[in-house]
């Protein structure tokens, strides 16, 4: 069975359709680029997939059931802007997580928490930015999930701490999971992924595994988006 299937998936906000016939199938194990320009529909997706925005026509499967209760127990979402409780130390946060999510491990946060350096009696109000999304990051990836979807990762943190976010996505995620990763950033991320999703005005425009797609263009994932969307 399938981890996530879209089925003649559309969304639209009155007369204005974002979503348009999208028929998506995310299997088991793969790291997976969501790519596109920004107002292309990578955020709408997402949100519909969590359950955060109601599906206009057309169904989400999540291991062949409907999205609801139930698929927020195994989906680890990373919104793109920051939604924790500034007022809270670091350590109150996770302590927090554990008693919501029953797949939360507490002892990997502190682990990845340590590895990058952030202090947990440190209240989040008294972070920069970029702190404030790793800690989010590890939250997220401390959550033994099924399907992981992490909306622009990198965008607050310097290019110095990006490849050791990669590797911690790369070496964090629950085992027989995927992750989907909506970036910009694709010249950073690339180097991590199994497949590519290309999304356009509301479509998919291309699905491929990302190393079949470079051996076949003869260049790299960044060089073809470029190409495609003339950037």
Do not use: W
Not at 19 to 31: A, D, E, F, V
Not at 62 to 75: A, F, H, Q, R, W
Request: aromatic letters at 6%; hydrophobic letters at 40%; charged letters at 30%.
């Amino acid at each position: 069975m399938e981890l996530l299937q879209c089925i003649d998936l559309n969304k639209s906000f009155g007369e204005k359709q974002i979503l348009k016939n999208i028929n998506l199938t995310i299997p088991r194990g793969k790291i997976i680029g969501l790519l596109g320009k920004n107002g292309t529909g990578k955020s709408t997706l997402i949100k519909l997939i969590n359950d955060l925005l109601t599906i206009s026509s057309g169904q989400i499967l999540i291991n062949g059931k409907p999205i609801g209760v139930e698929s927020k127990k195994i989906i680890s979402y990373l919104p793109e802007r920051t939604y924790l409780d500034k007022g809270m130390t670091v350590e109150k946060t996770i302590k927090y997580f554990a008693n919501f999510y029953e797949n939360f491990d507490s002892e990997k946060a502190y682990k990845l928490l340590e590895d990058l350096g952030l202090d947990a009696n440190q209240k989040l109000a008294k972070m920069s930015k970029g702190m404030q999304e790793k800690v989010q990051l590890i939250l997220v990836m401390s959550r033994k999930a099924d399907l992981y979807i992490l909306d622009e990762p990198l965008g607050g943190v310097d290019p110095a701490t990006r490849d050791y976010i990669l590797d911690t996505i790369l070496t964090n995620f629950n085992d027989g999971a995927s992750v989907i990763i909506s970036t910009h950033l694709i010249s950073d991320v690339e180097r991590i992924l199994d497949n590519v999703i290309f999304i356009d005005k509301g479509q998919i425009i291309l699905t491929a595994e990302a190393d079949e797609l470079r051996n076949r263009e003869d260049a790299s994932i960044d060089e073809i988006f470029r190409r495609m969307f003339k950037c």
